[in-house]
C-alpha cells in the first residue's frame, strides 16, 4: 500500500479515540458517509483493538489504522486487529523497524530536525509532525523544509490541527495530510451523536477540496 497516496487522496486523518467497542461501527460509518474512509483509532484505550476488528468486520468501505504505537506489544496487537497501517507520536527506531519486518505502513512522530534526520535514515518517508501547533506549526514545518525539502517527505501534522487552521497545513504540497480529533469530538461521540460526526467530516472534505 503506498500510504502516502492514500493519505494525500483524503486529506484529513480522523484521529479516534474509543472508549467503548459498541461505539466503533456507527462512528465508523458516519466518518465514511461524511466522505472520510481513512480512520486512526488509537492505542489510548483497551477498546482499540477491538474497535479495529470491528470496523475491519462490519464497515469494509473504511481504511482502519492504529495510532499512538509505543511498543512491539501493541504493534503487534493492532496487527492481529487488522490495522492496516500504524501511526506513533514519536520516532522508536525498534518498533519503526519491526513495523517494516511485519510489511506494516508505519508513519513515525518528529518535531525536531534531529527527529527527522533518524526517521529519514531508518527509510521512513511519511512522519507525522507532532505535536504540530506546539511545536511551530506550518512556520515550523517551512523550516525543516529548508534543510528536508529534497529528501521527498511527505508529513502529517497532528495535534492542535483545526477546522479554523487545518488549510495553513494543507496548503503546504509537503503536507500529504492533516490528522484531526475535532471531527470527532468527545462529547459528540459520548451521545452517540453520529449525525454531528458527519456533518463535521463532511465540513472537513470540503476545506480539502478548497486547498487542493
Avoid: H
Amino acid at each position: 500500500m503506498d500510504i502516502i497516496k492514500l493519505m494525500w487522496g483524503v486529506g484529513i486523518i480522523p484521529v479516534i479515540v474509543i472508549d467503548r467497542e459498541e461505539q466503533a461501527v456507527p462512528l465508523a460509518k458516519a466518518l465514511v458517509e461524511g466522505g472520510l474512509p481513512v480512520l486512526e483509532v488509537t492505542f489510548r484505550t483497551e477498546a482499540a483493538a477491538g474497535a479495529i476488528t470491528a470496523i475491519r468486520r462490519e464497515v469494509p468501505e473504511a481504511t482502519v489504522g492504529a495510532g499512538t504505537i509505543l511498543t512491539i506489544e501493541q504493534l503487534t496487537a493492532a496487527r492481529r486487529a487488522g490495522a492496516v497501517f500504524g501511526v506513533a507520536p514519536g520516532f522508536d527506531p525498534i518498533v519503526v523497524n519491526e513495523a517494516r519486518v511485519r510489511q506494516l505502513p508505519f508513519c513515525p512522530g518528529v518535531s525536531t530536525a534531529s527527529e527527522l534526520s533518524q526517521a529519514l535514515t531508518a527509510g521512513c518517508r511519511f512522519v507525522k509532525f507532532f505535536p504540530a501547533e506546539a511545536a511551530g506549526g506550518v512556520k515550523m514545518i517551512k523550516n525543516l523544509l529548508g534543510a528536508f525539502r529534497f529528501t521527498g517527505v511527505r508529513f502529517m501534522p497532528t495535534g492542535g490541527v483545526s477546522a479554523a487552521n487545518v488549510a495553513d497545513y494543507l496548503s503546504l504540497p509537503e503536507v500529504a495530510c492533516c490528522g484531526g480529533t475535532w471531527v470527532v469530538p468527545k462529547a459528540a461521540l459520548a451521545a452517540g451523536d453520529y449525525e454531528e460526526i458527519r456533518r463535521l467530516a463532511a465540513e472537513a472534505v470540503a476545506i480539502v477540496r478548497r486547498c487542493r
